[in-house]
Antibody, heavy 125, light 109 residues
Framework: QVQLQQWGAGLLKPSETLSLTCAVY????????WSWIRQPPGKGLEWIGE???????NYNPSLKSRVTISVDTSKNQFSLKLSSVTAADTAVYYC???????????????????WGKGTTVTVSS | DIQLTQSPSFLSASVGDRVTITCRAS??????LAWYQQKPGKAPKLLIY???TLQSGVPSRFSGSGSGTEFTLTISSLQPEDFATYYC???????????FGQGTKVEIK
């Protein structure tokens, strides 16, 4: 059974860089896209970006200038860095496994089926 | 970018009620979206993918349907453990971007 374990600093000052890591246990690292999603207090889910095992990335345009997602396949881990944080970046950050299924001559479908437990990150001076 | 709008944003219902949540896309989705359940302090949990396929282990009282611009999540008989917030999600291929609806909170009447 695949599990995601995430960790990283929970309290940051404005202008610092947020850094989180997610480790994948019990399953293959290749063949999936690995995402970061965040949820500000009392608000909805916002996708930050994703990476696959070969290091190909996609980012949310609203955060792209500050986000870097990287992968360490030797450890089955992927990481998030978000620079120049402000109070608006205060949120619970989740890592998740993304699955995309392409069926010939049919609509593709997708989902995020495995999630980390979340890391609360607070930005405060 | 495709926007997903869920309705209602909030609903109050009783145990045993039939509940329907709608997710509308700002333009036609040439794919099938997913639904998640999130309880306070917990990560979202996948309920349905490909618009109508139940994830393994999810009770059969949950069902999904729809295509194009309108999708629905139905709970046939609301149970106490179903009080939670529900999100729809779609994946845009080009540019590749995952998007969530704003959420629907289901509370006890």
């Amino acid at each position: 059974q695949v599990q995601l374990q995430q960790w990283g600093a929970g309290l940051l000052k404005p202008s610092e860089t947020l850094s989180l890591t997610c480790a994948v246990y019990g399953g293959s690292f290749s063949g999936y896209y690995w995402s970061w999603i965040r949820q500000p207090p009392g608000k909805g889910l916002e996708w930050i970006g994703e990476i696959n095992h070969s290091g190909s990335t996609n980012y949310n345009p609203s955060l792209k200038s500050r986000v870097t997602i990287s992968v360490d396949t030797s450890k089955n881990q992927f990481s998030l860095k978000l620079s120049s944080v402000t109070a608006a970046d205060t949120a619970v950050y989740y890592c998740a496994r993304g699955v995309v299924v392409v069926v010939p001559a049919a609509p593709y479908y997708y989902y995020m089926d495995v999630w980390g437990k979340g890391t609360t990150v607070t930005v405060s001076s | 970018d495709i926007q997903l709008t869920q309705s209602p944003s909030f609903l109050s219902a009783s145990v045993g009620d039939r509940v329907t949540i709608t997710c509308r896309a700002s333009q036609g989705i040439s794919s099938y979206l997913a639904w998640y359940q999130q309880k306070p302090g917990k990560a979202p949990k996948l309920l349905i993918y490909a618009a109508s396929t139940l994830q393994s282990g999810v009770p059969s009282r949950f069902s999904g349907s729809g295509s194009g611009t309108e999708f629905t999540l139905t709970i046939s008989s609301l149970q106490p453990e179903d009080f939670a917030t529900y999100y729809c999600q779609q994946l845009n291929s080009y540019p590749r971007r995952w998007t969530f609806g704003q959420g629907t909170k289901v509370e006890i009447k």
